[in-house]
């Protein structure tokens, strides 16, 4: 794996075999960590969907504070549920839900947010496709529903 500094994965992985390349680049070799083992998980975040990519046009600042809120809430969120965090290749699926067709979000519009969010909590290692399968949003509009908005979040090691 090349593009980590040494000093970001001995902080990040410290159960992790390093082995130096040249220069600051190094390669990571791990496997999972004692006691873990590969799952499957579901969690859904009543109340909330990722920001929406298009408040980067109504100011920095906007866009700054729904990305900080979006990382305070799926990193709750995952802890809570007990997701541990990303030592391999995972899959991630997002699907979020309204009450309303109106003011339907572009499903991409909400992938940068929620996958820069699980990248900050540690639950993704790279949103690349060496570090994940399949990385796609859905809206699903769903009348039934006891709140205007909710997120189900499904993440599953491979």
């Not at 902080?11 to 190094?26: P, T």
């Not at 900080?68 to 391999?88: E, F, Q, S, Y």
């Not at 399949?134 to 529903?145: E, K, Q």
């Amino acid at each position: 794996m090349k593009g980590f500094t040494e000093k970001w994965l001995r902080e990040n992985y410290k159960d992790a075999d390093l082995v130096l390349a040249r220069g600051h680049s190094v390669e990571l070799k791990c496997g999972p960590p004692p006691g873990t083992q590969p799952g499957s998980w579901t969690v859904v975040i009543p109340g909330w969907i990722p920001a929406n990519k298009n408040l980067k046009a109504r100011g920095p600042w906007k866009w700054h504070r729904a990305r900080k809120r979006d990382n305070t809430v799926i990193a709750t969120a995952l802890v809570l549920a007990g997701v541990p965090p990303a030592w391999g290749k995972r899959r991630v699926s997002l699907a979020a839900e309204k009450q309303n067709a109106r003011n339907l979000p572009d499903p991409q519009n909400l992938e940068e947010s929620f996958f820069d969010s699980l990248e900050c909590g540690k639950f993704l290692i790279k949103d690349s496709p060496e570090w994940m399968e399949s990385p796609r949003a859905t809206i699903v509009v769903n009348r039934d529903m006891d709140c205007p908005v909710r997120s189900t979040v499904v993440i599953t090691d491979i």
